[in-house]
């Protein structure tokens, strides 16, 4: 069973700083990598996802993948009230989805 | 736009029945999952199911069942709900063979189960 941990929250930070969300898997031959965003009583949607080592932007989303350290993480650049959600980090490499527990992340006004 | 739905948005059941989930995805997909969510555990994968009459334990199959007989619907059953069984179910579907997206599940807006 792959093991995929995040950083505990709950994460809370002004409006208009950066959000940074981190993940560690423990396969190390997982090739997909996945944020999904769970705002309360709804289900997850696909924020971002990274197949290759490096950055990928996306907006205000900035996903980093390093294959080596197994970690990847999201940068929530200039956070906003609508941003207020859990992050859930998924790793995958066989069609099925391991997700971390998530990271509550609040955003003060 | 992908659009996953499941039957019921909330399910209260009695212990002992025999409960039926089902999920629709419209876009095609041949692999389709049922999860279930549960406050700091996470998503939980119950059962998965790559093609019609296919199916796959996930990691937690003990008191369900699944069946898929049709490519497009995806059924979770609880054989004898039990009060340990409630939370809230989501299925998702993808399409495996479709880069740069490939393996990207969609999810279904999620089933409340409460179990008395």
């Known amino acids: 069973q792959k093991e995929v941990e995040q950083n505990s929250g709950p994460l809370s930070v002004p409006e208009g700083a950066i959000a940074s969300l981190n993940c560690t898997y423990s396969?190390?031959?997982?090739?997909?990598f996945f944020w999904y965003r769970q705002y309360s009583g709804k289900s997850p949607e696909l924020i971002m996802f990274?197949?290759?080592?490096g950055d990928k932007e996306d907006g205000r989303f900035t996903a980093q993948l390093n294959k080596a350290s197994q970690y990847v993480s999201l940068l929530i650049r200039d956070s906003q009230p609508s941003d207020s959600a859990t992050y859930l980090c998924?790793?995958?490499?066989?069609?099925?989805?391991?997700f971390g527990a998530g990271t509550t992340v609040t955003v003060r006004a | 736009d992908v659009k996953v739905t499941q039957s019921s948005r909330y399910l209260v059941k009695r212990t002992g029945e025999k409960v039926f989930l089902e999920c629709v995805q419209d876009m095609d997909h041949e692999n389709m999952f049922w999860y279930r969510q549960d406050p700091g555990l996470g998503l939980r994968l119950i059962y998965f199911s790559y093609d019609v009459k296919m199916k796959e334990k996930g990691d937690i199959p003990e008191g369900y069942s699944v069946s898929r007989e049709k490519k497009e619907r995806f059924s979770l059953i609880l054989e004898s709900a039990s009060t340990n069984q409630t939370s809230m179910y989501l299925c998702?579907?993808?399409?495996?063979?479709?880069?740069?997206?490939?393996?990207?599940?969609?999810f279904g807006p999620g089933t409340r189960l409460l179990v008395l």
């Open positions: 998702a579907s993808s399409h495996p063979t479709r880069p740069p997206i490939q393996e990207t599940q969609y």
């Open positions: 998924a790793v995958t490499g066989d069609y099925k989805l391991s």
């Open positions: 990274i197949y290759s080592n």
């Open positions: 396969d190390r031959g997982s090739q997909s």
